[in-house]
């Protein structure tokens, strides 16, 4: 198959929903297929992290730098306006030749985006990743891999033929993840080590907040792997608050995500693709929610017990948060039941979400 996948990563929007497809691409590769990502050049973008796992970027050129009191709120994730934007993404599939799929994981993409592309181009498949069910599709697929307990929310907003995959078990998993759970040991419950990672940008640098947390424990003997992303503006100032923890590592941009996963106790993060990551390995979690679209994966994952809803960014102290950590610390056997309860959520069977996505595809 070709595959041409359109979604962003900005400063604004974070680098999450590149990733995800990124999951995906490489999975399609490994069978065969060839992909091509399209992708607007905007500030703190990861096009170059595309670009080294050997997939084709085409660029869009960079949004006026005084366009965005015109745009609709919708518009404001893509930062242009729907019919340039789709014109613009039309143009370069026409250069491209035979599409098998094109899959659009974007906030700031609905039907009126979508019909322009069929009108111009007239794709056979159109794949879209969501998790918000807030605006109508033209689409032969969507997944959502969120959990919810409505499972029409979809509804009212795509077409009666659209095949729709919901839930954790199609989660789109890289394959480190998959191969980590196999060899994974049961949790203890005990908190000696703690991750921290706000995903690839943390506009609002939940990590600093975080992170001073630990400053104000008595006897802090606790461990800190603290990471952050190439788009993220404050490092600097996190590595000054690192050199005041007795205890404490910063990573930039790793590699090996499943592994920091696997070997921390605890972890402290956004909700969002990460969180899925966390709760495939059991890893007990902290989620502050950093942006209003990841308010109700949060709370559904603190509902089924495999999570910690500690609240909005904006409304929290480092004193609740080390609050929290302390509490946490002292329940090993809250610890235990939270890993139990995050891993059951993926459901059973030995396929992972990309391999059932990636069948979804062929069937279609």
């Avoid at 994730?77 to 370069?92: F, H, P, R, V, Y």
Wanted: glycine share 8%.
């Amino acid at each position: 198959m070709r595959v041409v996948f359109r979604t962003d990563s900005s400063e604004q929007i974070g680098t999450g929903h590149v990733w995800r497809c990124l999951t995906l691409a490489d999975y399609l590769t490994t069978q065969g297929d060839v992909c091509t990502f399209i992708c607007r050049d905007l500030p703190g973008n990861i096009i170059k992290q595309i670009e080294r796992r050997k997939h084709d970027v085409i660029s869009l050129p960079p949004p006026p730098s005084n366009g965005k009191k015109y745009l609709s709120a919708t518009e404001q994730w893509l930062e242009m306006k729907t019919g340039k934007d789709a014109g613009q993404t039309a143009a370069e599939l026409g250069k491209i030749g035979d599409i098998s799929w094109l899959v659009i994981d974007h906030y700031g993409i609905g039907i009126e985006w979508e019909q322009i592309i069929n009108t111009k181009c007239g794709l056979d498949r159109i794949f879209v990743i969501d998790d918000l069910a807030n605006r109508e599709h033209k689409c032969d697929l969507l997944l959502d891999q969120n959990l919810n307990s409505d499972d029409d929310r979809y509804r009212d907003y795509l077409p009666d033929s659209c095949k729709v995959l919901l839930g954790p078990p199609y989660a789109l998993l890289r394959p480190e993840f998959i191969e980590t759970r196999q060899n994974i040991s049961e949790r203890t419950g005990d908190v000696e080590r703690v991750l921290i990672f706000f995903g690839g940008v943390d506009a609002d640098n939940a990590t600093a907040k975080t992170m001073q947390a630990f400053l104000k424990f008595a006897d802090n003997n606790i461990h800190l792997d603290v990471i952050v992303g190439t788009a993220n503006p404050h490092y600097n100032s996190i590595r000054e608050i690192a050199r005041e923890l007795p205890h404490c590592d910063i990573y930039k941009n790793v590699d090996d995500m499943a592994e920091f996963m696997a070997e921390a106790d605890l972890a402290i993060g956004a909700g969002g693709t990460t969180a899925w990551e966390r709760a495939w390995l059991g890893l007990p979690s902290l989620i502050i929610i950093l942006a209003e679209n990841q308010r109700a994966g949060t709370e559904a994952l603190a509902k089924s017990g495999a999570a910690w809803n500690l609240g909005l960014i904006n409304e929290l102290s480092s004193d609740d948060i080390r609050a929290s950590v302390d509490y946490a610390s002292k329940s090993p056997e809250e610890m235990k039941k939270m890993s139990r309860a995050a891993m059951r959520i993926f459901g059973p069977g030995k396929k992972s979400g990309v391999e059932k996505v990636f069948s979804a595809m062929r069937s279609i």
